[in-house]
């Protein structure tokens, strides 16, 4: 869900040398280098990638007023994370991508093999100006191909959201916020295709979000508008949906499972997303039958991004803190936090915050889980983060050729 943002009129960083990109696209003199990084990355028994969906189209005024700007220079980053530090971009594609919806529309396969990328709404011409209208394509990227490109373009249902895809690489599922539903990808190689579409039980929830367990048998869907997560049933290819559904907290807008598959978190955004008002991470105990909420974790206003580790016990709430309202607003802050979360067993709890550059969307672990990566949509960067001891402390930044409003890392 987009919010008003500041302007993108910010004061340039301090690139590390080996950071820097050249404009919108592929460098041509270090191209054939980077492709064989890229695929000797992809080889590698861990993954080691990193993708941002780049959204151009938006520009706000001090006084929060959403300015429409012409469709056409979206891009999709995919980026090589084998140096921790000093991040490397494999490729820019020119790829349609919405800020409209929660920030993980993509996601990449545990073998790193294609990336998927879910586009929910157009901008097209009215007048003078631009309006929004839903669209309904999911892309495919190979990622072993040199450079990455776009393989295939799938059609799924209405506003495609959120993304997940199991840990055998071989289903996605993808929540499509403006028809109720949830669209089911078979995944071969580099190929897809889109096996059904599952109509949810609960009414007018607008999915958004959505997580597989990690033995791959059951989904949790997030449904905003009705204030709950939807629990569904995966037995191979056939996925449906049971109609339990738990009361989480006001908006549940994003969902992760941690790795050992005992629990489940939901960032809550509240009645007003980003308003000055403390929000919460719903904590979900997912070995009772049926599954339901033990916790409620207070992280701070506006969660966003959330992200857990892939080697366990830590996640993180990105919070939007009021980085993206006027000024004039009394709950405007300069910054946006991300909330570190201490996960023990079922016992979940906040243990630091650090603030982020820029108005803070997308969040995603390293493959080992000792670095945090956050997108800054309106300065255009990456934050690195380490995570030392009970901080998240941070180490870099990756400028972006582009404004990331949705970021993700490789499926654990």
């Known amino acids: 869900m987009f919010r008003p943002a500041q302007s993108w009129q910010t004061t340039p960083v301090k690139k590390r040398p080996n950071n820097s990109v050249n404009g919108w696209g592929w460098r041509a003199a270090q191209g054939a280098a980077i492709g064989a990084i890229a695929l000797a990355s992809i080889a590698a028994a861990q993954a080691q990638i990193l993708v941002t969906g780049n959204d151009e189209k938006r520009s706000w005024t001090e006084t929060g007023k959403i300015t429409p700007m012409p469709p056409g220079k979206d891009t999709v980053s995919i980026i090589d994370l084998r140096n921790r530090v000093e991040p490397k971009l494999i490729v820019n594609v020119p790829l349609k991508n919405s800020m409209y919806g929660p920030p993980t529309n993509l996601a990449v396969t545990p073998n790193s093999r294609i990336a998927l990328i879910a586009n929910s709404v157009d901008l097209v ?24 490109h776009l393989n295939d373009t799938l059609t799924v249902g209405k506003e495609p959201s959120g993304i997940a895809i199991n840990h055998a690489g071989t289903l996605a599922l993808v929540a499509n916020r403006g028809d109720n539903s949830v669209s089911v990808i078979a995944i071969n190689g580099r190929d897809g295709k889109v096996i059904d579409t599952v109509a949810l039980k609960t009414a007018d929830g607008g999915p958004t979000s959505v997580a597989i367990t990690p033995d791959g048998k059951s989904a949790l869907v997030t449904l905003p508008r009705a204030n709950k997560v939807a629990l569904l049933t995966i037995d191979g290819d056939k996925v449906t949906d049971t109609g339990y559904a738990m009361t989480t907290g006001l908006s549940p807008y994003t969902v992760e499972v941690m790795p050992d598959g005992k629990v489940a978190l939901v960032n809550n955004q509240g009645a007003a997303g980003s308003d000055g008002q403390a929000d919460t991470v719903a904590v979900i105990d997912l070995e009772k039958k049926p599954p339901r909420v033990i916790d409620q974790v207070v992280v701070g206003d506006g969660p966003e991004g959330l992200a857990v580790s892939p080697a366990g016990g830590y996640a993180a709430s990105l919070l939007l803190n009021g980085s993206g309202s006027p000024k004039s ?11 570190l979360l201490r996960i023990d067993g079922k016992k979940v709890q906040k243990i630091s915050e650090t603030e982020i550059d820029g108005v803070a969307e997308g969040v995603a672990f390293s493959p080992d889980g000792r670095f945090l990566y956050v997108g800054g949509y309106s300065n255009g960067e990456i934050s690195i983060l380490r995570l030392q001891g009970t901080k998240l402390v941070p180490v870099g930044q990756m400028k972006l050729p582009g404004h990331p409003a949705s970021l993700r890392a490789t499926t654990p």
């Open 125 to 148: 011409q009215d007048g003078d100006s631009w309006k929004q209208v839903p669209d309904n394509e999911l892309f495919i990227i190979d990622l072993k191909s040199t450079p990455p």
């Open 329 to 339: 607003d009394f709950f405007h802050h300069e910054k946006s936090v991300v909330a």
